[in-house]
C-alpha cells in the first residue's frame, strides 16, 4: 500500500463520518417541520421495507406541518400506523388520503435534551474521524519501520494535512 492509498483511504473514512453526521443531525426533531424527519421510517409495502418518501409524496403544508399522501389508498394507515409508532414523538392526523403530522413546539426540557443529543453525536464524529487519523499515521510508521518508504515521505503527507 503506498502513501497516496493511505491518505486516499483516510480521506474517505473521514467523509464517510462527516456524513453520517449530517444524516444523524437530519433526523433530529426541532420546532420546525422538515421532511428529512421521516425520512428514516420505513413501511411494508407489498412484504418488502420501504422508506415512506417511496411509497407517498411527502411535502411541507407549513412551517410545522409535514403532508404525507400514500400513492395508494390502502397506504394511509399503514403510514400513519409507522409514524405514530416511530421515536419521533408526533401524532399523525388522517383526513381522508392525507396524513397530516403536526410538531409541537419545542419546551425547554426538550432544547436542553436536544443539546445533549447534538452534542453527543459531534463528539461521536470527532472521535471516529481522530481514529482514521491515528490509524492512517500508524500505517505509515509501519510503512517506513519496513523501509518501504523513506523518512521525507513518510512525513510529507502529515505536514501539508495539517496546513
Known amino acids: 500500500m503506498s502513501i497516496n492509498d493511505i491518505k486516499k483511504q483516510a480521506t474517505d473514512k473521514m467523509a464517510k463520518s462527516v456524513e453520517s453526521l449530517k444524516n444523524d443531525l437530519a433526523k433530529i426533531r426541532t420546532g420546525r417541520a422538515h421532511t428529512g424527519i421521516i425520512d428514516h421510517l420505513r413501511v411494508d409495502y407489498y412484504g418488502s421495507e420501504m422508506p415512506i418518501n417511496q411509497v407517498a409524496n411527502v411535502t411541507l403544508s407549513d412551517a410545522r406541518t409535514?403532508?404525507?399522501?400514500?400513492?395508494?389508498?390502502?397506504?394511509?394507515?399503514?403510514?400513519?400506523k409507522a409514524i405514530r409508532d416511530s421515536d419521533l414523538g408526533v401524532n399523525p392526523a388522517t383526513s381522508g388520503d392525507v396524513i397530516r403530522v403536526p410538531m409541537p413546539p419545542l419546551t425547554e426540557e426538550r432544547r436542553k435534551e436536544l443539546t445533549k443529543i447534538v452534542k453527543h453525536e459531534g463528539e461521536n464524529s470527532k472521535v471516529a474521524v481522530r481514529n482514521v487519523r491515528r490509524d492512517a499515521i500508524q500505517h505509515l510508521k509501519d510503512l517506513l519501520?519496513?523501509?518501504?518508504?523513506?523518512?521525507?515521505?513518510?512525513?510529507?503527507?502529515?505536514?501539508?494535512?495539517r496546513n
Not at 403532508?67 to 397506504?75: L, N, R, V
Not at 513518510?154 to 501539508?160: F, G, I, M, V
Open 145 to 161: 519501520k519496513n523501509g518501504e518508504v523513506g523518512e521525507d515521505q513518510e512525513n510529507a503527507p502529515r505536514t501539508r494535512c
Open 66 to 80: 409535514i403532508s404525507i399522501q400514500p400513492f395508494e389508498k390502502k397506504m394511509v394507515q399503514v403510514v400513519e
